[in-house]
């Protein structure tokens, strides 16, 4: 399994996704939520940040089902997919993941027809790592 190589910056997300949350940076001066995390706000150039609680729902923004030829180690785990959601609360902020049947299902665990753009996803979280299952109507 891959896993993060945090850096100082982004610590703190993987410390929080380890205890089933998904929090966000933002500028503690003028509350800009900002992902990746970095340093400086963008907006105000504020050194000062604090993590904030998402809801952890958004939207499939975009996607992708790789194929062979992967590395070795995931060719075994194809098709599977690659999404990007836009989060609810920051429609500006985009996260990477895969969208499964469930927390800890194998990648390819949702046939690839079952994806869509606009989909309705929420957070759930296996071994510390976020991944995305669909929202039930």
């Given at each position: 399994?891959?896993?993060p190589v945090?850096?100082?910056d982004g610590a703190p997300f993987w410390e929080y996704a380890a205890q089933g949350e998904l929090r966000?940076?933002?500028?503690?001066?003028?509350?800009?939520?900002?992902f990746p995390p970095r340093p400086c706000c963008p907006g105000c150039q504020s050194f000062d940040s604090e993590w904030r609680l998402m809801s952890g729902r958004g939207r499939v923004w975009s996607y992708v089902v790789a194929h062979p030829p992967l590395?070795?180690?995931?060719?075994?785990q194809a098709p599977y997919n690659v999404v990007v959601v836009e989060l609810d609360e920051?429609?500006?902020?985009?996260?990477v993941g895969n969208l499964v049947t469930g927390a800890g299902r194998p990648?390819?665990?949702?046939p690839p027809e079952s994806l869509r753009i606009?989909?309705?996803?929420?957070?759930v979280f296996h071994e510390g790592l976020p991944q995305w299952v669909l929202e039930r109507s």
């Amino acid at each position: 399994m891959l896993r993060p190589v945090p850096d100082t910056d982004g610590a703190p997300f993987w410390e929080y996704a380890a205890q089933g949350e998904l929090r966000v940076q933002a500028c503690a001066d003028c509350g800009e939520l900002r992902f990746p995390p970095r340093p400086c706000c963008p907006g105000c150039q504020s050194f000062d940040s604090e993590w904030r609680l998402m809801s952890g729902r958004g939207r499939v923004w975009s996607y992708v089902v790789a194929h062979p030829p992967l590395l070795p180690d995931y060719a075994a785990q194809a098709p599977y997919n690659v999404v990007v959601v836009e989060l609810d609360e920051a429609p500006r902020i985009r996260l990477v993941g895969n969208l499964v049947t469930g927390a800890g299902r194998p990648l390819g665990s949702l046939p690839p027809e079952s994806l869509r753009i606009g989909a309705r996803v929420r957070a759930v979280f296996h071994e510390g790592l976020p991944q995305w299952v669909l929202e039930r109507s």
